[in-house]
C-alpha cells in the first residue's frame, strides 16, 4: 500500500495545532497584548513543515513522535520569529503573511519585534522542557544544533547574504550559500533534532543532515519558482515580489526550467540519502517529494 502523506500532514498539522495552542502563553497572563501577538502569528494557517519534520525524523529512527512534541512546538516558534521580522519595514515592509495582515500591521512594530524576540526564547525553554519525555543527554546537543541553526551559522547569516545581495550581481555559490543558511539550516536541524532526541547513531545523523540539506535546497528552490508562477489566493501573500526587490534567485540565475531541473534533482539525491533506512522513513521520503509538487 502506498503512503498517504495527505492523510499523515493532516493528523500531524492537528496534533501539533493542538499542542502550540496548550504551549503558548494565554491572553490571560501578563503581558496579554504581547501574548495576543504571538498567537495571532504562531496559529495563524501556515504548513507546520519543520515541527512535522521533528516528528518524522524522531520516527524515521523507530522514536516516538509524541515524545518529541515540544521541540517540535519550539522549531515552529523559531520560524515564526524568523517570519514576523522578515517582514517588518526595516526588512522586507510585507503586509500580507499566511492569509492574514502581517504582525506589524496589527500589532505595531515595537510589539511585532518583541513578539518575535520573545517567541526565540521561548523555542529553548520548549527544548529544555522536552526533558519530561527525552533523556537529558540528547538534549544538549540538540540545543546546540538548533542554535547553531538559527543564529549566524544558519538562518541569521543567510538572511544577512540574502540582504546584502539585492540589487547585486552575485556568483552561484553565494546563492547556494544564501539558500543553504536562510531556509536549509532550520529545516536540516529540524528533522536532525527529533532523531537526536530519540537517541540516532552517527551514522543515522549523518545520513539525516544530508536529507535535510537536499530538502532545504529543494525546497527554497521552489519558493523562488512558487514567488514567479504560484497563486496569490493559495500562498496567502502577494506573488512577484523577489523580482520587485531584485533579489538573487534560482530562476534569475537560472531560469525556470533549470530551476524545476534542479529542485527535482535535490529531491531524489534526498530520498537516496535513506537508502539505509526502513520504511519508518517512508513519511520523510514522501515528504521530500511534496516538497517540489507542492502548491503553497
Ligand atoms: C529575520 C532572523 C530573520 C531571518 C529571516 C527564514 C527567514 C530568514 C525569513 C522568512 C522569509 C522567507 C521567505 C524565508 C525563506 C524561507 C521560507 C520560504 C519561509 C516560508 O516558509 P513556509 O513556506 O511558511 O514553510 P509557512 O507559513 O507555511 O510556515
Redesign the pocket.
Known sequence: MTFDLKAYLKTKQERIQQALDDLLPTTDSMPPKLHEAIRYSVL???????PILVLAGAEAIGGSAESVLRTACAL?CI?????I??DLPC??NDDY??GRLTNHKVYGEAMALLA?DALLALAFQLIAENIETVPAQNILPTLRLIAQASGTWG??G??VV?MESQGQEIVPDTLHYIHKH??GA?LTASVLSGALLCGATEAQADALTKYGEHIGLA??IA?DILDITGDQEKL?KPIGSDEERDKATYPKMFGLEESRRRAHEEVRLAIETLQGFDENAEPLRAIARYIVERD?
Open positions: 495563524a494557517p501556515g504548513k507546520r513543515l519543520r515552529e520560524h515564526v520569529f524568523s517570519l521580522h522578515d526588512m522586507d503573511r499566511r518575535g538562518m541569521v543567510g538572511q540574502d536562510k531556509t532550520l525546497f527554497q519558493d496567502g503553497l
